[in-house]
């Protein structure tokens, strides 16, 4: 009787065809925020690797950075601690680092005295629209910023933190060069 429940849930656990290949749903019109929980943290996951820019394209939008966090809770197991996915969580990005001028976040709340005001401008070079800012059905939050090329033959740094509430992830830090 257990091995058919066993092969039962197996079967039913892997009977959703994902749209993409490797991707869990992403649906954040649910999303909550995630609280200060001790055993509760977002991890990034992905790599960091160096972006060099060529010398044609200093002062110019680099490539994107994509960074992705596993937002995870600790639970308790018969073998010990062990740590769970929480999907739909919320976060917030912290980019701080010269990037693109890309606008898609932020909002042009009108004039004053004929000048354009923005909201949000700390959004700034985040194409990962807003409405994606949550972690998936298997705790992921994936964020994409796209860094300036620095002028020819300098570096800069872009970090990227998300947060969501109370709970930060650790920064992390991407080095820029150009040619």
Same mark, same amino acid.
């Given at each position: 009787m257990k091995r058919l429940i066993w092969t039962l849930l197996a079967l039913t656990s892997c009977s959703y065809q994902p749209e993409d290949a490797g991707l869990c749903k992403l649906n954040c019109s649910k999303a909550i925020i995630g609280s200060n929980d001790p055993g509760m943290s977002i991890k990034l996951q992905s790599s960091t690797s160096n972006i060099i820019c060529?010398?044609?394209n200093? /002062?110019?939008?680099?490539v994107p950075i994509v960074a992705q966090f596993l937002v995870s809770e600790k639970v308790a197991? /018969?073998?010990g601690d062990g740590q769970r996915p929480?999907? /739909?969580l919320s976060f917030d990005p912290i980019v701080n680092g010269a990037r693109s001028t890309s606008e898609r976040n932020v909002i042009n709340a009108g004039k004053i005295e004929g000048t354009d005001v923005y909201e949000n401008i700390r959004y700034i070079g985040i194409?990962? @629209?807003s409405s994606n800012w949550c972690s998936d059905s298997c705790g992921v939050a994936t964020i994409e910023v796209t860094?300036?090329?620095p002028p020819s033959g300098k570096d800069s740094e872009v970090s990227i933190q =998300?947060?969501?509430?109370? =709970?930060?992830?650790? @920064?992390?830090?991407?080095?820029?060069?150009?040619?």
């Open positions: 060529s010398a044609a200093a /002062n110019k939008d680099s197991t /018969n073998s929480v999907p /739909n194409p990962t @629209p860094p300036l090329c =998300l947060h969501t509430g109370p =709970l930060y992830s650790d @920064p992390v830090t991407f080095k820029i060069s150009t040619e």
